[in-house]
């Protein structure tokens, strides 16, 4: 498949540039009016930062590049980045939280010497710190918020927090085209992440994923596993659809620092507890964190009601296509927040990459829903957990037997499973 080269899009009608997903800013609004939403601009533009002018490609380091061409970062207001980690200091809060219970944990199981059963009891409250850590620490570092301009704190961090052999430059170039193409098949990873299962109605359909939505659960535990195998195939080849990547010998002392960080972390765990026994638990551990992250990460993008694409959206249609493509949950939840890294606020997270988390709800609140109501698209807001996953699990099923899209009007209708937000105008 011939890599996909991602362009900078030309302005809507009427706009000077192109809405960046750190700049939408939120117009004031009166009781019983619809909000509205402007982007904001900036003073001075560089010849990168032009409308319509295709992104520049990477500088070749340490080898070839693969083809393509990368994703242009934010713009720097003032020409600086700003001092600190991005979002103060909630970032390494969180991260000094997870480190303390992963470590507890592992040092509580060394200590003991638990019997298998017990070890594997020990399992569950791991698992959950690790899916937390994930989703919270990974996700962290891979949109620099830890530290935008060291970025070897940022590896540190996850090592440290989420000592389970995830390999922070891979993922965070994955998930900028993410970010840029969200549920665009096949430039987004997540549209195509196994052939077991249909996530995305461009891809070919199988007989066997008529039973998806029963079989799929099991299969997210072994998420572990197929980032293993990302990881490795992007280590040889050094392909990542949508993005410039750095040549084979960056990418293998890349690849060979984080790896080493991590043994080094765990390796007084292993002589204390037995290299077999710590093995075992963080298998076991990792199989259930697979299980919560890739559920939370999931019912985001592929659900009832959302329609996905084939098409990387351009000008307005950004705004749009995230709104068509995203679902919240659990929105007024702070627990849940917290356990799933602030993905209850998808949509508010796509719109402000970098906001903390203790915003998100006002983002939600306000852009989000501003948004919306412009582009003329019901805002999928799912009002718990168990709510989003069993809309997940129908959107399995669906795909598995058909390749039409979910009728978001008639589901509203006849299921309270799922809040669609509605101008006020509309009545």
Sequence with gaps: MRPVELTRPAPGPGQTGRPR???????????????????????????????????????????????????????????????????????????????????????????????????????????????????????????????????????????????????????????????RATAVYPVDDATHASALIRLHPAVPRRAIHRYQHLYAWPLYGLAWLGELQSQLTYLWTGRIDGTRTPGRGRRAASFAAEKTMCVAVLAPYAVLLGLGRLTLLLLAAMTIAGVLAAVVLVVGHINIGLVPSTQVPAGREWAAHLVRTTASFSTGSRAVRWLTGGMTHHLAHHLRPAAPRHQLPMIHVRTATALANEAAEPLRDFPTLRAAVRGHGARLRELGRSDRPSPIGALAMRSDRLAVHRDPRDG
Excluded at 76 to 88: D, I, M, T
């Design 21 to 179: 997903q750190g700049d939408l800013a939120v117009g004031a609004a009166l009781p019983g009016a619809a909000t509205t939403v402007a982007p904001t601009t900036t003073a001075k533009r560089s010849r990168a930062d032009q409308p319509g002018r295709p992104l520049a490609p990477a500088p070749r380091r340490g080898g070839r590049a693969a083809p393509g061409r990368r994703l242009a970062p934010a713009p720097r207001r003032g020409g600086r980045a700003a001092p600190g980690p991005q979002g103060g200091w909630e970032p390494w809060r969180d991260w000094a939280a997870i480190a303390v219970l992963t470590h507890g944990l592992l040092l509580f199981a060394a200590l003991t010497q638990p019997s298998p059963p017990v070890l594997l009891a020990l399992a569950v409250p791991l698992g959950v710190i690790l899916s937390t850590g994930t989703l919270t620490v990974l996700h962290d570092a891979g949109h620099r918020r830890l530290s935008h301009r060291r970025g070897w704190l940022n590896v540190l961090a996850v090592q440290t927090a989420v000592p389970v052999g995830l390999w922070v430059g891979h993922w965070t170039l994955k998930h900028r085209v993410h970010h």
